[in-house]
Every structure is written in structure tokens, then in C-alpha cells.
């Protein structure tokens, strides 16, 4: 009882008992201890995937219930009790479908875009303080590397609107990779102005520097909130800026040639970037995994979820932004207001 | 260092390159196909291609009584049956020479402003479903599903009502449908306000259908649109004031039009035709008084040799029926004339300059059923 | 300059307008009606698929088999009504009468011209089959019983069909 205590709220003492334990017992079998480092890293990368998968899988079956809730509708509730289930039965029956390779794609591009899209979503989980002391590895430049690697996506995109031989997709991949170019520098804005409250790029001490609910950075920096959101919901080609898919305009936009294994990983692609910006908010804005009562990893997942709900409160209530408005909207409106939110914090924090 | 040139040389200007919006397109709303003419994003030319869903049904309807053709008028517009039921048996009373009684006067008033309705209600959803909003289609049809109960209640069909008959009703209304209709005239003016909020003063949907696919006033009347299409462009032609039929003068109700004839106002016109349809529907449960349903009708219906044209106020412009009778019990020639075609037939005028997303909402802003197109 | 932030204002005062309608409709319950197990509750004259129910009284169908329906149906799909007149008794009945239950457009144009009100609309509208021959149906042969509210309706319709009949014909 006491163990399980200790271990739900003093984490990262725990872990690093366990790690010195373990350290002394590979040495004493004389071993070298770079190994030990090997075989831990890789526990905890499977730790990390296997907690993506089935949050995936939970966060799927969650979209539908909230936009039955928003519809005055029943969402899934057939498959397993009250329709937990329904994201199992989905996945089967994507996998054993077809898998179709239209003729003259671009065979290597076309097998190797999905991957491109879904392989970057996984590698920013490394930087995520999913609770205290459990963070797979708290780089030095934890901003950054998430910023980089999501821009890594553009050339999944990319690619697999290129490699479909269709001019619907072709269109679909350009206007993303416009998108996703336009809205990452609002967003690197906004960000800006948390690193110069905080004062390191370590996600670690960012979430240390908002100890107590008044230091929250959400309530220092409203609209930054607000931008980041907005600009994160465009990165990861969601409505109302999901004209890439835009069912009724280009028949599902570039993923329109994929099937079976290939379209469920656009599809776990997709909700994952969308825990991913969730996450990276609660963590910048709302103080990540602090919280009075609650162990701090259940404290993480409540906040990630009350954003990812608020996102989809957004997407099942407004229509799509044409083309060019989006184009308008990021270069003429937002990154001047993020610009003004950035110089307004500097002079704010140099004077007070 | 290579000089930048400050423009493309000559032959190497964009391509124009044809797009076909083929017959299998989520939002063309029906089998229909519209070849485009595109320079990058920009539409050049537009040229529908009807004829994917044509089921010859007036060479059909050469072969059928008099009064078999009613169920069959249904189904060319399948969304307001009851007009299209209308102004057939309108045309059929011309011929004959007879009166109907008041009481089925008001009863036909009901049943077409309940489909006008429906009707607006579908294209509310359809509409938003295009622009890319997902719930709205959800909340009208919750409203719509009230609608077809009352109508079921009355005529026992969900879609294709066979409402009518020549010279008046074959049942009267039942009993429980009269209290329906108080029930959902009582809040249904504050359901068409949050559908407003919803979708249509959204700032996205403004941005995207304010100034596009701008119809002028002539072009709009040469080309012969009728119905909301044409009343957002400030032209005030509306059936059931010009012509009125079936007891239309005795109801109070204004004629909504838009300034400028842009989409945004078409969607403002149908909007406010829902809220006038209301104030008629509540009129109407004032004036409906006991009396008779069917005026004296021969059994075999066999009219005198002429011909007669008998047009009819529906969701999408003017529903007109032209007879032409040789004195058998069988039609010699029936023309329908639907609104859809001649609205569809306006397109080129009013998508050329402006690019392909606003090509999707121009479309549904004309609100065409295709089956109607092809008949 | 001002207008650019009014422009903004105006926006995102529409945007929550949007967002409070969604917000209203969480409280709403859900309007589903879910099927097999809640049927849905359908009107009186619903037009479902055509029978030929047992007169509970005469413990036989109603109808004399005088075609007035073959007659008025717009496609056909009443094809064949067989006439038989058995001995002692005054009027005909029908011994055979195919419905094609897949070309029929459920019109009710057949029921309203019935002077016997002997075929009626039922309730059943789950009439899909794998087989196009189980379509064409004896209505006869099939002795079908009507029950519900259905039933009454329909003996309220031939009460008013006889009376009808008996001031046409003296």
C-alpha cells in the first residue's frame, strides 16, 4: 500500500532508486554498463508506443462519442459495452481490406509516405513530461527538437500527394504543405513568448517555472493560448483548416489512393498529432503535470483530454476556411497579433 | 548571378487544363456532371452535362390516366412533392372547368408551405455539410423528421406523398394533426434563429459566400431562374403574389429578397422564406373552417381537346405542368417545367472569374435536385 | 486600423454565437430511436406493403374480385386477379390475385378505389428478400390477419365503403 503510494507520487525519486539498483546489480555481474543504458531506453520507447497506441485507440472512440453528445445523437454504442469496442472492430476490418496499388504511382514514395507522416508524430513523445520525473529524455533543447520534427510531416505530405498520379491529390498535398509552412511561425511566436517567462528550452523547467496555479503561463499569456491553439489546429490538418481532406471538394485530398494498413496509419497519424498539440499546450500553458491531489500523471492526462475536447468542440461546429483565406488569415492577422503578444511580454518583463 | 526576369516568357504562361466534376462528386448533390475549364485555381468556363439520370418520364406519363399520374409527378422533385402535385392538378382543374371547396384550398396551403419547409430544411443541411460543417445537417433533420410525421400522419407516406387528388383531398385531416402543428409552430422561430447563428453569420461561411457568385438582374431574368435564386438579387417575383392560387390571397406574408445577389443573400432569402412559411402555417390554422374536401368530379376523367399551362410557387422557382388533352382519358402531351434546369442553365455567368472551393458553395447556393434536371 | 480590430471583434463574437448553439444541444437528450429494439410508433394511414386481411366476421377475405384495382394501378403491379363463381353463393370472389410487391410504387391508389375496402396498406415496411421470385406474392393464399391499431382503422373504412355502395346502388 505504501509501495503503491510512493510510486504514484514520488516517481521520479522511485525511478531513480530502481535505475541505481539495477545499475549495481549489471555491475556486479560484470557487465558493461552501456548495455544496461541500451536495454532501458528500449523498455521505455515501448513503454511510450504502447501508451500511444491505446490512447489512440481511446482517443478515437472518444471523438465519436463527443460528436454524438454535440449532435443530440447516441455515438457507437453497439460493440462491447457502451461501444468501447468499436475502435478494435475499425482496426481489424482496416487490416484485412485490399490493399490497392493503383498502376502508375511511384512505387517507393507511395509505400514509404505514410511512414514519413506517422513516424515524426512518435519521435516528439520523447521530449513529453508525462508526469514528475517521467520523461523519456529531457533534452536541454526540448522546444526546439518538437519544432523540428514537426515540421518533418511537410514532406509525408508532400509525398504522398506526389506520389498518387491523381490530380485531386496532387492538389491536396500542395495546399497542406502551404498550410503547415504558414502556421508554424505564429506558433513559434506564441512559444516565444513562454521561453522569455520561462528562461530555458527544457520542458522540464518549464513546467517547474509554473509551480502554483497563478504562475500558470495561460493566465500570463491569453492570447498566446489562443494562437498556439489555432496554429497547432492548422498543423495538424484539422477542421475547420482541414481543407487537405476536404471530403467534398477533392475526394479526401491526398489520402485519397490509400487503403487498408496505409490508410490507418494516416488515421493514427492524425490523432495522434492531435494528443501531440494537446500535450505540447498543457505543457507550455497550463502547467503540465501539476496538480493538488491526483498523482501527476493522472493530473497530465485530465488537462491533455479537457484540450483535446475543446478541439473538438471547434471542429464539429464551424465549416471550412477556403484556401486563401487561410493563407489571409495566418499572414495578415495572426502573426501580427503574435508579434505584438511577443513585444508586449519582452517589455512587460524587462520593466517588471 | 542570373537575372531574375521580372516576367513568364512568352509560351511559357500556365496551361488551362480541364477538370471533369464527374458524375460521382459528393457535392454535386445528384448524378450530375460539370466540365470545368481551370487556369491554376481559377475557373474559366463551366458547362454542365445533364442527361446521367434521365427516366423518360414524360413519354411515360403519355400512357397513363388522368389520375395515375399523380404519384408520378412526385417523384421528378422529390423534396416538395407537394408542389410538384400541385400544380399538376391545378392544370387538370383548368381543363375540366372545376371549383374546389375552401376547406381543401387551405388544406393544399398547409401541406406545400410544410414541404417548402422540409425542403429549405434539406438544403440548410446539405449546404452546411458542403461547407464543411458537420452538425448542422444533424439539427435540421431533427426538425425535419417533425415535419414528416405530421405529414405522414396526414397522407401516409415519408417522401413521395401522393398528397392530392383532382378536385380536392380523397381522407380529411386527421384528428392529432392540428395540435402537431400548433406544437411545432410554437418553437420552430427560435429554431431557425440558432440555425442562423450556427452556419450562417459564422464568420467563416460570411467570408466565404459574401461578393462570390454575383447574379445580375437581367442575366438572372433572361436566362428565366425563378425562385430564391433570383429573389437574392432584388428582383421581387414571387407566384403567390403575381398569380395567386389556391386561396394564396388570403394570407399575409412578405416576399423576402436579397441586395445584392450574392450567395450569402440567396442563403438570407431561404432563411426568411422559412420564417414566412411560419407566419402563413399559423394564418392557416385561423382560416381552416368545417366543409368539404372534393368538389364533383366525373369518374373517368375525360377533358374537352385544349391545352392549359398551370405554374406553382415551389422550394426552387416556378413548378409548371402544360397539357395538352385530345379528348381521350390519356394525355396527348405533358411538359414538366422545372425550376432546376433553368436555374442550372445561369451557372457559366456566375462562376467564371472565381476559383474551385467557391465553385462547391455557388452550386449549392442554386439548390438543384438533379433528378429534376433530367426527369 | 480600427476596422481591423473590429473586424476581428465581430469575428470571434460570431464564432462563440456558433459555439454557444453546440454548447446548448449537449444538454439535449439524444433523439435517436434505437431500431430493433424500439420500434418506432407509425401513423394510422402508413403506406407499408399491400395485404388482403381476413374479415374477422366472414372468416373469409372481402373482395368479389371486380379489377377496379388492376385497373387504376399505374405500373401494373396487380397482375392477375382470378374470377370464380362458386355455387350458391350471389357474388364472385377471387381465387387468385398476384401483387408484384417489387414494381409496386405504394401509391394507395388501389386501397382509395376498393369499393369493399378489401386490400388495405399494412404496417410492413422490413420487406427485403434475397430472392426477386418471393416478391411476387398471392395475397389470397396468404391469408394475412390484420391486428393493431391498423385493424380498427380498416373496419372503420368498410363500414363507410358498404354504406357508400348501398347509396350508389339503391
Not at chain 1, 12 to 17: I, R, S, T, V, Y
Not at chain 1, 228 to 239: S, T, V, Y
Not at chain 2, 257 to 264: E, P, R
Not at chain 3, 104 to 126: G, Q, R, T, W, Y
Amino acid at each position: 500500500m505504501e509501495l503503491i503510494k510512493e510510486l504514484l507520487f514520488n516517481t521520479d525519486k522511485k525511478l531513480a532508486e530502481f535505475y541505481l539498483w539495477a545499475k549495481n546489480l549489471w555491475l556486479s555481474f560484470g557487465l558493461h554498463p552501456v548495455f544496461l543504458d541500451i536495454i532501458i531506453q528500449l523498455l521505455v520507447v515501448i513503454a511510450v508506443a504502447a501508451f500511444l497506441v491505446f490512447n489512440a485507440l481511446f482517443i478515437i472512440y472518444y471523438d465519436r462519442k463527443v460528436a454524438a453528445k454535440f449532435q443530440v445523437r447516441y455515438g457507437p454504442n453497439r460493440v462491447g459495452y457502451k461501444g468501447i469496442l468499436q475502435t478494435v472492430a475499425d482496426t481489424i476490418k482496416l487490416l484485412i481490406k485490399e490493399d490497392i496499388n493503383p498502376d502508375k504511382v511511384d512505387k517507393v514514395i507511395f509505400v514509404l509516405a505514410p511512414f514519413l507522416v506517422f513516424i515524426p508524430a512518435f519521435m516528439v513523445f520523447l521530449v513529453i513530461p508525462f508526469g514528475k520525473g517521467l520523461i523519456p529524455a529531457d533534452l536541454n533543447i526540448g522546444i526546439l527538437y518538437v519544432l523540428a520534427i514537426t515540421g518533418l510531416s511537410v514532406i509525408g505530405i508532400l509525398s504522398a500527394g506526389w506520389a498518387s498520379n491523381n490530380k485531386y491529390s496532387l492538389i491536396g498535398g500542395l495546399r497542406s504543405a502551404a498550410q503547415i509552412v504558414s502556421y508554424e511561425i505564429p506558433m513559434v511566436l506564441a512559444i516565444l513568448a513562454i521561453l522569455i517567462l520561462a528562461g530555458s528550452l527544457k520542458m522540464g523547467d518549464i513546467v517547474n517555472a509554473q509551480s502554483s496555479i497563478s504562475k500558470w503561463f495561460i493566465f500570463l499569456q491569453p492570447v498566446g493560448f489562443l494562437i498556439f491553439l489555432i496554429a497547432g489546429n492548422a498543423e495538424i490538418n484539422r477542421a475547420p483548416f482541414d481543407l487537405p481532406e476536404a471530403e467534398s471538394e477533392l475526394v479526401s485530398g491526398f489520402i485519397t489512393e490509400y487503403s487498408a494498413l496505409k490508410f490507418a496509419f494516416f488515421f493514427l497519424a492524425e490523432y495522434t498529432n492531435l494528443f501531440l498539440t494537446s500535450a505540447i499546450a498543457t505543457t507550455l500553458f497550463l502547467g503540465g503535470w501539476q496538480g493538488p491531489f491526483l498523482p501527476s500523471f493522472v493530473w497530465f492526462i485530465i488537462k491533455v483530454y479537457l484540450v483535446v475536447t475543446f478541439l473538438m468542440w471547434i471542429r464539429w461546429t464551424f465549416p471550412r476556411i477556403r484556401v486563401d483565406q487561410l493563407m489571409e488569415f495566418s499572414w495578415k492577422y495572426l502573426i501580427p497579433i503574435a508579434f505584438l503578444n511577443l513585444i508586449i511580454t519582452a517589455i512587460v518583463v524587462k520593466i517588471v | 548571378m542570373a537575372d531574375i526576369p521580372l516576367q513568364l516568357e512568352k509560351g511559357r504562361e500556365t496551361d488551362e487544363y480541364i477538370l471533369s466534376m464527374g458524375p460521382q462528386h459528393p457535392s454535386t448533390h445528384g448524378v450530375l456532371r460539370v466540365v470545368l475549364k481551370l487556369d491554376g485555381e481559377v475557373v474559366k468556363d463551366a458547362i454542365p452535362d445533364v442527361g446521367y439520370i434521365h427516366t423518360g418520364i414524360e413519354k411515360l406519363l403519355e400512357n397513363r390516366k388522368y389520375d395515375q399520374i399523380i404519384p408520378y409527378t412526385d417523384r421528378t422533385d422529390y423534396l416538395s412533392a407537394v408542389n410538384n402535385n400541385l400544380a399538376y392538378c391545378l392544370a387538370v382543374e383548368k381543363l375540366l372547368g372545376i371549383e374546389v371547396p375552401e376547406r381543401a384550398k387551405i388544406i393544399r396551403v398547409i401541406l406545400a408551405e410544410l414541404n417548402r419547409i422540409m425542403s429549405h430544411l434539406l438544403w440548410y443541411s446539405a449546404y452546411g455539410m458542403d461547407m464543411g460543417a458537420l452538425t448542422p445537417i444533424i439539427y435540421a433533420f431533427r426538425e425535419r423528421e417533425e415535419i414528416i410525421d405530421m405529414m405522414e400522419a396526414m397522407t401516409g407516406g415519408r417522401l413521395t406523398h401522393n398528397a392530392l387528388r383532382i378536385g380536392g383531398f380523397k381522407y380529411d385531416l386527421p384528428s392529432d394533426f392540428i395540435p402537431k402543428l400548433k406544437k411545432f409552430i410554437s418553437h420552430f422561430n427560435d429554431r431557425v434563429d440558432e440555425y442562423e447563428a450556427l452556419l450562417i453569420n459564422n464568420v467563416i461561411f460570411t467570408s466565404r459566400t459574401k461578393g462570390i457568385g454575383i447574379l445580375k438582374k437581367e442575366i438572372g431574368i433572361n436566362y428565366g431562374v425563378t425562385g430564391p435564386s433570383l429573389r437574392g438579387s432584388d428582383v421581387v417575383y414571387d407566384l403567390r403574389k403575381i398569380e395567386p392560387y389556391s386561396g394564396y390571397e388570403k394570407f399575409d406574408f412578405q416576399v423576402c429578397t436579397g441586395k445584392n445577389g450574392d450567395t450569402w443573400d440567396r442563403c438570407i432569402v431561404r432563411m426568411n422564406e422559412m420564417r414566412e412559411s411560419l407566419k402563413i402555417l399559423t394564418q392557416s390554422i385561423d382560416l381552416l373552417k368545417e366543409g368539404e374536401i372534393m368538389a364533383k368530379v366525373p369518374k373517368i376523367i375525360k377533358p374537352a381537346p385544349g391545352e392549359v399551362y398551370a405554374a406553382v410557387e415551389g422550394p426552387r422557382g416556378e413548378v409548371g405542368v402544360y397539357i395538352v388533352s385530345d379528348g381521350s382519358e390519356k394525355p396527348y402531351r405533358i411538359k414538366l417545367r422545372s425550376p432546376s434546369f433553368s436555374n442550372l442553365s445561369v451557372l457559366k455567368e456566375i462562376v467564371v472569374g472565381y476559383k474551385i472551393a467557391d465553385i462547391v458553395a455557388i452550386m449549392g447556393s442554386l439548390d438543384l435536385v438533379i433528378p429534376e434536371i433530367d426527369r | 486600423m480600427i476596422r481591423y480590430f473590429l473586424n476581428i471583434i465581430k469575428g470571434i463574437i460570431s464564432l462563440c454565437e456558433g459555439l454557444g448553439v453546440t454548447l446548448k444541444h449537449v444538454f439535449r437528450k439524444p433523439i435517436t430511436l434505437q431500431y430493433p429494439e424500439q420500434k418506432p410508433d407509425l401513423a394510422l394511414r402508413f403506406r407499408g406493403r399491400l395485404v388482403m386481411p381476413l374479415d374477422s366476421e366472414k372468416n373469409d377475405n372481402r373482395c368479389t374480385a371486380c379489377m377496379m384495382c388492376a385497373k387504376v394501378c399505374p405500373n401494373a403491379s396487380i397482375m392477375e386477379i382470378e374470377k370464380v363463381v362458386e355455387d350458391g353463393k350471389p357474388k364472385p370472389k377471387a381465387k387468385k390475385y398476384i401483387y408484384n410487391l417489387g414494381t409496386c410504387i405504394f401509391c394507395n391508389l388501389c386501397v382509395e378505389v376498393c369499393p369493399f375496402a378489401a386490400i388495405v396498406m399494412s404496417d410492413d415496411f422490413a420487406t427485403a428478400d434475397y430472392n426477386k421470385d418471393n416478391l411476387i406474392i398471392d395475397l389470397v393464399a396468404e391469408k394475412y390477419q390484420i391486428s393493431g391499431k391498423k385493424a380498427n382503422w380498416w373496419k372503420s373504412k368498410f363500414k363507410e365503403e358498404i354504406t357508400k355502395e348501398q347509396k350508389v346502388n339503391g
